[in-house]
């Protein structure tokens, strides 16, 4: 084979592993979709399907996740946030790293969400973490988020 041969070779086996590269390593379209509320009423649970919510961005169904005292604080201060301020849910994922149980009616759950931006080479985009403690407690409902905190921002 000519030089010329080579170089086309080279090219599209490099185009061929960025595209895997991508495929593999790139942000994941269509999340929310596949993201299923587990309807456990544990702390991990509650949490998850809470987030989950968000994604889908059921404000109605976010807010029965939190405690009686944060929902009181939050109506009268108006402090729900928008859902429509965030443009992209599906560049969300969020990862349970630990559940610690004290008690018999309080519990933290640490979590990590990750927050993919798409842009830089190839459009690989980005990842940044914002991990949070949320504290839970036990009502005559069950778990609920006692955060005053939005865990997902």
């Given at each position: 084979?000519?030089?010329?041969?080579?170089?086309?070779?080279?090219?599209?086996?490099?185009?061929?592993?960025?595209?895997?590269?991508?495929?593999?390593?790139?942000?994941?379209?269509?999340?929310?979709?596949?993201?299923?509320?587990?309807?456990?009423?544990?702390?991990?649970?509650?949490?998850?399907?809470?987030?989950?919510?968000?994604?889908?961005?059921?404000?109605?169904?976010?807010?029965?996740?939190?405690s009686?005292?944060?929902?009181d604080?939050?109506?009268?201060?108006?402090?729900?946030?928008?859902?429509?301020?965030?443009?992209?849910?599906?560049?969300?994922?969020?990862?349970?790293?630990?559940?610690?149980?004290p008690?018999?009616?309080?519990?933290?759950?640490?979590?990590?969400?990750?927050?993919?931006?798409?842009?830089?080479?190839?459009?690989?985009?980005?990842?940044?973490?914002?991990?949070?403690?949320?504290?839970?407690?036990?009502?005559?409902?069950?778990?609920?988020?006692?955060?005053?905190?939005?865990?997902?921002?």
């Amino acid at each position: 084979m000519d030089r010329f041969s080579w170089i086309v070779i080279s090219a599209v086996g490099l185009l061929l592993v960025a595209a895997v590269g991508f495929a593999t390593l790139g942000p994941s379209q269509g999340t929310t979709a596949e993201e299923v509320y587990l309807e456990q009423d544990t702390p991990e649970g509650v949490v998850h399907d809470a987030f989950i919510a968000f994604l889908r961005r059921d404000t109605e169904r976010m807010k029965g996740y939190f405690s009686k005292r944060v929902q009181d604080t939050f109506d009268r201060d108006q402090r729900w946030p928008n859902l429509d301020y965030y443009p992209d849910t599906n560049s969300r994922r969020m990862r349970i790293e630990s559940v610690d149980q004290p008690s018999e009616n309080r519990a933290t759950v640490t979590v990590a969400i990750d927050n993919y931006s798409p842009g830089g080479i190839f459009n690989q985009g980005n990842v940044w973490t914002n991990r949070q403690l949320l504290t839970l407690v036990k009502e005559e409902s069950g778990w609920k988020i006692d955060s005053e905190n939005f865990y997902f921002y």
